[in-house]
């Protein structure tokens, strides 16, 4: 993520914090079987009649019991006892999917654009996999997202995080701003793996590419070792994100647990036996190395489970028809020159190499959720059967997990499972056909598909009092602070109304910066319209907005809300808050848009529903008084 995105998060505040409200109350898709969604539903629910997926083939079941989120009982025959009853009339049911290879915080659209992340683990819930695996999220919020998305099974799956990257300075994985961990010593890579084991994260994520050294800074093998080493000792699992044959080869020949996208050269029979010997397992990512090289065909973006369950704000700029292929440049390019990866996913299979269905979600062209079942697919093409290609997505999770109760339909097992239309076994695409699914017993919602077109409404007529700032007290309603925490971030932010030393009211903004990779933000916001409804606010009649300042001599900045982006590529533009009072004035067409993120598109004052004051972008005091904001024709 570059740098220069940083100043387009300040202006979030109003708009996210009042989305919180809105999503408390959204109702999901109501599936196709006939289900009761009473909200205090009978601890009992009851599946009837159909077909559940044993790990090789589909076996016909009169009931599936489902008790306080586990599957209790599994039946030949229907009973009459009581319970919430769903009849799927001859459906078939696969295990909730796991995704080994996802990213959160990532974007599948270029340039990025931004969403929150527990929207994009919604749509991954939405699309049948009810486990992911995240294998890089800032290290700070891996706790909190954990914990709010667990609270509600309904809404999202259940995430096992990474948390940081350990990396070379200056390696793969620093390169996108978020906060990582580098390593340049055995005795580092011992310290810190244990820092972040401490610190509560799931399983540990590496990267070595030592072969590329000419091209990327790379750890070496002992100091892979080392984390392998110290992992173990707390019973964590290694993955390891590698490039080529040699990479992978010599991770599991240390004990890397997982080995994460298939070489780009392809594997020699020796290497495939050592792998193989070491235990480790593979996950292919086809489906990002198909977006790289191959792109995708109409089938793959005109699907209709894409379009529901995807953010609509990635999907402003694809096509139904196809996806081309992406347009390396560089040492990427250099590296990946003679991709493989499609004989070495074959090679893997005829070798009898473990496989975990991973994706890479998060990257261009790779979808949350959704890109997993043409994962799977992939798997079918190069040799597996449709049996097999389902249990990389499901039973064999507890390959890495011995003891996880997800990824089969059994007693005493999570009921994390999906109802099919059609049979799988007889397409692999027909995974894609989904009627219904549960996550931990819970009828799953799309919070997606309920979010309101905000830039659809009506806007209303600007109120000059917005900026109004009270006597010294509590602040209104339509003023709001907003900092990184919200995001697993460290800075703080507070605004106090006050007199000035001559007597007038001003908006006293003090407190930190914490720079952490993309966290390091926060802003005062301005409500345009004076309501809890974010209604867009017609400002078209005036051409600058002007107001006093007086600070510490820092740069800040002043951004439009506007609810036509919906990406978080606000115009923005800077200013200076000097030691004395100035007053300065801003045109509004002096705010730009990054370059770097999110779609560009022209400023309209006919849409902005916030102006905000923010500080971004360094570790640095905020000490800043505003007063006499107003808007100029």
């Given at each position: 993520?570059p740098?220069?995105?940083?100043?387009?998060?300040?202006?979030?505040?109003?708009?996210?914090?009042?989305?919180?409200?809105?999503?408390?109350?959204?109702?999901?898709?109501?599936?196709?079987?006939?289900?009761?969604?009473?909200?205090?539903?009978?601890?009992?629910t009851?599946?009837?009649?159909?077909?559940?997926?044993?790990?090789?083939?589909?076996?016909?079941?009169?009931?599936?019991?489902?008790?306080?989120?586990k599957?209790?009982?599994?039946?030949a025959?229907?009973?009459?006892?009581?319970?919430?009853?769903?009849?799927?009339?001859?459906?078939?049911?696969?295990?909730?999917?796991?995704?080994?290879?996802?990213?959160?915080?990532?974007?599948?659209?270029?340039?990025?654009?931004?969403?929150?992340?527990?929207?994009?683990?919604?749509?991954?819930?939405n699309?049948?996999?009810?486990?992911?695996?995240?294998?890089?999220?800032?290290?700070?919020?891996?706790k909190?997202?954990?914990?709010?998305?667990?609270?509600?099974?309904?809404?999202y799956?259940?995430?096992?995080?990474?948390?940081?990257?350990?990396t070379?300075?200056?390696?793969?994985?620093?390169?996108?701003?978020?906060?990582?961990?580098?390593?340049?010593?055995?005795?580092?890579?011992?310290r810190?793996?244990?820092?972040?084991?401490?610190?509560?994260?799931?399983?540990?994520k590496?990267?070595?590419?030592?072969d590329?050294?000419?091209?990327?800074?790379?750890?070496?093998i002992?100091?892979?070792?080392?984390?392998?080493v110290?992992?173990h000792?707390?019973h964590?699992?290694?993955?390891?994100?590698?490039?080529?044959?040699?990479?992978?080869?010599?991770?599991?020949?240390?004990?890397?647990?997982?080995?994460?996208?298939?070489?780009?050269?392809?594997?020699?029979?020796?290497?495939?036996?050592?792998?193989?010997?070491?235990?480790?397992?593979?996950?292919?990512?086809?489906?990002?190395?198909?977006?790289?090289?191959?792109?995708?065909?109409?089938?793959?973006?005109s699907?209709?489970?894409?379009?529901?369950?995807?953010?609509?704000?990635?999907?402003?700029?694809?096509?139904r028809?196809?996806?081309?292929?992406i347009?390396?440049?560089?040492?990427?390019a250099?590296?990946?020159?003679?991709?493989?990866?499609?004989?070495?996913?074959?090679?893997?299979?005829?070798?009898?190499?473990?496989?975990?269905?991973?994706?890479?979600?998060?990257?261009?062209?790779?979808?949350?959720?959704?890109?997993?079942?043409n994962?799977?697919?992939?798997?079918?093409l190069?040799?597996?059967?449709?049996?097999q290609?389902?249990?990389?997505?499901?039973?064999?999770?507890?390959?890495?997990?011995?003891?996880?109760?997800?990824?089969?339909?059994?007693?005493?097992y999570?009921?994390?499972?999906?109802?099919?239309?059609?049979?799988p076994?007889k397409?692999?695409?027909?995974?894609?056909?989904?009627?219904?699914?549960?996550h931990?017993?819970?009828?799953?919602?799309?919070?997606?598909?309920?979010?309101?077109?905000?830039?659809?409404v009506?806007s209303?007529?600007?109120?000059?009092?917005?900026?109004?700032?009270?006597?010294?007290g509590?602040?209104?309603?339509?003023?709001?602070?907003?900092?990184?925490k919200?995001?697993?971030?460290?800075?703080?932010?507070?605004?106090?109304?006050?007199?000035?030393a001559?007597?007038?009211?001003?908006?006293?903004?003090?407190?930190?910066?914490?720079?952490?990779?993309?966290?390091?933000?926060?802003?005062?916001?301005?409500?345009?319209?004076?309501?809890?409804?974010m209604?867009?606010?017609?400002?078209d009649?005036?051409?600058?907005?002007?107001?006093?300042?007086?600070?510490?001599?820092?740069?800040?900045?002043?951004?439009?809300?506007?609810?036509?982006?919906k990406?978080?590529?606000?115009?923005?533009?800077?200013f200076?808050?000097?030691?004395?009072?100035?007053?300065?004035?801003?045109?509004?067409?002096?705010?730009?848009?990054?370059?770097?993120?999110?779609?560009?598109?022209?400023?309209?004052?006919?849409?902005i529903?916030?102006?905000?004051?923010?500080?971004?972008?360094?570790?640095?005091?905020?000490?800043?008084?505003?007063?006499?904001?107003?808007?100029v024709?």
């Amino acid at each position: 993520m570059p740098k220069e995105i940083l100043l387009f998060y300040t202006g979030q505040t109003i708009h996210i914090m009042k989305k919180v409200i809105l999503f408390s109350l959204l109702l999901g898709i109501s599936a196709t079987t006939c289900w009761s969604q009473d909200s205090k539903q009978p601890k009992e629910t009851i599946l009837e009649n159909g077909y559940y997926f044993n790990g090789k083939t589909f076996e016909h079941f009169g009931e599936i019991v489902i008790k306080d989120g586990k599957i209790a009982a599994i039946s030949a025959h229907v009973s009459e006892a009581s319970g919430n009853r769903a009849p799927l009339n001859g459906k078939y049911v696969i295990p909730g999917l796991t995704d080994a290879h996802m990213h959160l915080s990532g974007s599948p659209a270029q340039p990025y654009v931004y969403s929150d992340p527990k929207l994009n683990a919604n749509s991954v819930l939405n699309c049948g996999v009810t486990t992911l695996i995240d294998l890089f999220y800032p290290e700070d919020g891996c706790k909190a997202i954990k914990e709010e998305t667990g609270r509600s099974p309904e809404d999202y799956p259940t995430l096992i995080m990474s948390g940081p990257i350990l990396t070379a300075p200056g390696g793969h994985g620093t390169e996108y701003g978020l906060p990582t961990r580098t390593i340049t010593s055995v005795a580092e890579a011992t310290r810190i793996t244990n820092e972040v084991i401490a610190g509560g994260v799931d399983v540990i994520k590496l990267v070595y590419e030592a072969d590329d050294r000419k091209y990327i800074p790379s750890m070496n093998i002992d100091e892979v070792k080392a984390i392998v080493v110290a992992a173990h000792a707390h019973h964590k699992k290694v993955f390891a994100h590698i490039d080529l044959a040699a990479q992978a080869t010599a991770c599991a020949e240390v004990g890397v647990d997982v080995i994460a996208h298939m070489p780009a050269d392809e594997l020699t029979d020796a290497q495939l036996h050592k792998i193989k010997a070491s235990g480790a397992i593979i996950i292919p990512t086809a489906t990002v190395l198909q977006s790289l090289f191959d792109g995708h065909d109409a089938a793959y973006m005109s699907d209709s489970l894409l379009w529901k369950t995807a953010n609509p704000i990635y999907m402003a700029d694809f096509s139904r028809s196809g996806l081309p292929k992406i347009a390396m440049r560089g040492n990427f390019a250099d590296i990946l020159k003679n991709q493989k990866y499609k004989a070495n996913i074959a090679h893997c299979i005829k070798a009898g190499i473990p496989i975990l269905a991973g994706t890479d979600a998060g990257n261009y062209g790779v979808f949350f959720g959704y890109s997993l079942h043409n994962e799977i697919a992939q798997y079918v093409l190069a040799g597996m059967t449709p049996a097999q290609a389902l249990c990389t997505g499901t039973e064999n999770i507890k390959l890495v997990f011995p003891g996880i109760k997800t990824g089969k339909i059994a007693v005493g097992y999570d009921a994390d499972l999906v109802v099919l239309d059609t049979d799988p076994l007889k397409d692999i695409n027909n995974t894609k056909k989904i009627n219904m699914v549960l996550h931990k017993g819970r009828v799953v919602e799309n919070l997606i598909a309920k979010l309101p077109p905000i830039a659809a409404v009506k806007s209303v007529a600007y109120d000059p009092t917005v900026f109004n700032i009270p006597a010294p007290g509590a602040l209104p309603d339509y003023i709001n602070v907003f900092t990184d925490k919200k995001m697993g971030g460290s800075s703080e932010l507070y605004a106090t109304a006050r007199k000035d030393a001559s007597g007038a009211d001003c908006l006293h903004i003090t407190g930190k910066i914490v720079k952490k990779g993309y966290m390091g933000f926060g802003s005062v916001g301005f409500s345009m319209a004076k309501t809890e409804e974010m209604h867009p606010t017609d400002i078209d009649g005036y051409t600058a907005i002007e107001f006093d300042v007086k600070g510490n001599g820092e740069t800040y900045s002043v951004l439009t809300v506007s609810s036509l982006v919906k990406d978080y590529n606000f115009h923005t533009a800077s200013f200076t808050a000097p030691t004395e009072w100035k007053t300065v004035r801003i045109p509004f067409t002096d705010m730009k848009q990054s370059p770097y993120f999110g779609k560009q598109i022209a400023l309209d004052l006919k849409t902005i529903t916030d102006i905000s004051f923010g500080a971004s972008g360094k570790d640095y005091l905020v000490d800043m008084d505003l007063k006499n904001i107003h808007l100029v024709r």
